[in-house]
């Protein structure tokens, strides 16, 4: 019932910006974070960046000071924004919702499809 619409992947030259966006939707009764990670060929999907309820945010060390996670809590959608970017940052970024059900009492993880990003040299 909980559905996550990613966009704004792409390819990109090196240095250049990229913006992803991730629409929630859903019955969402409290959100407990977002984020994003990305997954490369050959590796382990990795976290990039989240974003708590209460705001607060953790980067990856290899994306401190290039991305920067924001969010909409009235469109109930995320951002990426990625600057300065490089080859190596070349992944499928998933957007990711973890969220609490008072209904249920439970927690739930979503996923994303998956956004391509590649970055040139």
């Known amino acids: 019932q909980v559905q996550l619409v990613e966009s704004g992947g792409g390819l990109v030259q090196a240095g250049g910006s990229l913006r992803l966006s991730c629409a929630a939707s859903?019955?969402?009764?409290?959100?407990?974070?977002m984020g994003w990670y990305r997954q490369a060929p050959g590796k382990q999907r990795e976290l990039v960046a989240d974003?708590?309820?209460?705001?607060?945010?953790n980067y990856a060390d290899s994306v401190k000071g290039r991305f920067t996670i924001s969010r909409d809590n009235a469109k109930n959608t995320v951002y990426l924004q990625m600057n300065s970017l490089k080859p190596e940052d070349t992944a499928v970024y998933y957007c990711?919702?973890?969220?609490?059900?008072?209904?249920?009492?439970?927690?739930?993880?979503?996923w994303g499809q998956g956004t391509q990003v590649t970055v040139s040299s």
């Open positions: 974003i708590t309820s209460g705001g607060s945010t």
């Open positions: 859903g019955s969402i009764f409290s959100i407990v974070a």
């Open positions: 990711k919702l973890d969220w609490y059900s008072s209904y249920d009492m439970r927690e739930y993880v979503h």
